[in-house]
């Protein structure tokens, strides 16, 4: 019996160092040692830097680094860029189907000058195909009829322009050799053989612009047919081909488009119909004019001038210019001046009282963006560019501006009804002297 306290002892002095251990194990599983091992040593606190070093700043976010400006600069030019490959893109698109795109914007133009005519025969009792075919017939009759007037007008007076053209250089060489401007004989002599040996030199390439003549009348040709083709289509199947292309129109932005388009065909309309009133009425004052002086080629000059009106600004420039160098080398000085006056009191005339009368705020643009539009379109598809650029920027002009006030009112549709404190602030006040006020 007095051996079973010293064995007691020993069993609990080991349960005492069994449970040391495990505290030792759960300590060393915490802290991530190994049990055994020897305990790194932590300090208790990190000293302070001496009072002598500089501070250093914690480093900002990039992000917060980049000054607002130069972020929001980058966001604009990344989708600039994206946009201006996309522009590029497409101008190279319609550059190699030039001849396509033109004809057919040639097609929506005459479209927009006959589509009243159809619609007034169809009110008459004309099937719509009968009134379609004698619109499209008549129209396309009436500018043959005009081309070859043109052309006969003035293979009948070469002869005679030549004869007149030889006398008005005597005479305008005449005039130069008594003028105030000191210009000798011998001068102008050295001007004419410089043009002779400019003309010899070049004989290659006027003969090669000669053969590319003939590649340009052959896409004359096709561009006439396609327009002729496309103005009948358009003229019987305009709602058709409209209603196909707004299928195509995501469907979210379907009723903006749908309620743009009418508004955009009487824009073109509108623009068209004013273009060809004011351009008929420039042909027929100067082209009086001109044959009251006495200028030959009264008449194929008129019509000149017809064609050219359809290209805003530069058009008046270029066939008023042309009507006085033919006055200035068949009837002289005087003559060529008095055409100028004639020339410039009817585009007078015609800049501020026909042009805001007839065509009206609808199709009103800028003179910069015509100047602009029409030097772009000129570069861009020459004459036929310069042509279809003003009246692009108008349809594009009403397009834009339609949208914009639909999406507005789309917003404020869709926007919850004010209320509360918003409501009685948007609340409209009465104006006054209604009665309304406190105190009466």
């Not at 129209?139 to 043959?144: E, R």
């Not at 006055?327 to 000085?333: K, P």
Request: charged share 15%.
């Amino acid at each position: 019996m007095s051996k079973v306290p010293g064995w007691l002892g020993k069993l609990g002095a080991g349960l005492t160092r069994m449970g040391q251990r495990l505290d030792e194990r759960r300590a060393a599983g915490a802290s991530g040692e190994e049990p055994g091992e020897e305990p790194v040593a932590v300090p208790e606190s990190v000293p302070a830097p001496p009072t002598y070093a500089p501070a250093v700043a914690a480093r900002p976010n990039p992000v917060a680094a980049i000054p607002w400006g130069i972020r929001v600069a980058a966001e604009a030019g990344w989708r600039l860029l994206v946009l201006a490959g996309t522009l590029w893109v497409l101008m190279r698109v319609i550059s190699e189907v030039r001849l396509v795109v033109l004809a057919f914007v040639a097609a929506l133009l005459i479209t927009a000058l006959l589509q009243p005519t159809v619609a007034r025969l169809r009110k008459w009792g004309l099937p719509r195909g009968l009134a379609t075919a004698l619109t499209a017939i008549t129209g396309f009759i009436i500018m043959g009829l005009v081309g070859w007037f043109v052309v006969w007008q003035v293979m009948d007076n070469l002869g005679d322009i030549s004869d007149r053209v030889r006398d008005g250089i005597d005479e305008l060489k005449q005039w130069l050799l008594n003028s105030p401007f000191h210009v000798t004989e011998q001068q102008i002599n050295d001007i004419a053989k410089n043009l002779s040996d400019t003309i010899g030199t070049n004989t290659e390439e006027i003969t090669s612009a000669g053969l590319q003549g003939v590649t340009v009348m052959v896409e004359i040709l096709t561009g006439i047919l396609l327009t002729m083709f496309s103005t009948l289509f358009l003229l019987y199947d305009g709602r058709k081909v409209w209603n196909w292309f707004l299928k195509l129109v995501p469907a979210q932005a379907r009723p903006g488009v749908a309620g743009a388009g009418p508004r955009a065909w009487r824009t073109l309309t509108a623009y068209v119909r004013g273009t060809v009133i004011v351009a008929m009425i420039d042909a027929i004052f100067i082209g009086l004019g001109i044959y009251f002086l006495d200028v030959p080629l009264a008449v194929p000059l008129g019509v000149f001038i017809f064609l050219f009106s359809f290209i805003p600004l530069v058009g008046a420039v270029v066939s008023g210019a042309l009507a006085v160098i033919v006055a200035l080398v068949t009837q002289g000085v005087f003559t060529a001046l008095m055409v100028l006056l004639v020339v410039l009191a009817v585009q007078q005339i015609e800049g501020h009282v026909l042009q805001p009368f007839i065509l009206g705020r609808a199709v009103r643009v800028h003179p910069l963006a015509v100047v602009l539009t029409v030097a772009a379109g000129g570069l861009t598809a020459g004459i036929g560019g310069a042509v279809v650029a003003v009246p692009l920027v108008a349809v594009t002009n009403t397009v834009v501006g339609y949208l914009r006030a639909y999406s507005q009112e789309q917003a404020l549709r869709t926007s919850p009804p004010p209320h509360g404190a918003t409501a009685h602030g948007t609340a409209p006040t009465p104006p006054p002297g209604t009665g309304t006020e406190e105190g009466e």
